[in-house]
């Protein structure tokens, strides 16, 4: 019985570790000085995905348009936690054109109210904008 208690709480303290990881990576990030600030609009900067069952894998894609006058190139993009993958627009965005970032949340171990992160840095004149997304996971019964 010892050694289960170990192990839920090694299990414990490696998930919420994964889940901080990304904040000391976020906050050393440094911008590309090099391009022209620019200025860009997200169709909807927050999401909420509503109920979803424990264990499904759930995605959203985030839409913007450069609304500036010079090309809007995203450096990285990182999410605040292990359990959300974002993939982006590589390319440059010219002004007038759009682009997307697509997230894919992991609610495998996970239950209760979610509230998650994506930072995305890139040339805009903030430097880097917060994406949100919610979602409130629910635990089938035969769990």
Do not use: W
């Amino acid at each position: 019985m010892k050694r289960i208690s170990v192990l839920v709480l090694l299990g414990a303290a490696l998930s919420f570790a994964a889940c901080n990881s990304n904040q000391t990576k976020e906050d050393e990030t440094v911008l590309n000085d090099s391009l022209p600030r620019t200025t860009i609009e997200f169709d909807n900067p927050k999401f909420d995905f509503g109920t979803i069952t424990q264990g499904e894998v759930v995605e959203h894609t985030y839409f913007f348009t450069n609304t500036g006058t010079a090309d809007y190139k995203i450096e990285t993009v990182q999410a605040s936690c292990g359990c959300t993958t974002p993939n982006y627009t590589e390319t440059a965005v010219k002004p007038g054109e759009k682009g997307n970032i697509v997230v894919k949340f992991n609610s495998a171990g996970r239950s209760g109210n979610q509230s998650k992160t994506v930072t995305v840095y890139g040339n805009s004149e903030e430097g880097k904008i917060q994406l949100s997304f919610t979602a409130k996971i629910t635990v089938p019964e035969n769990k």
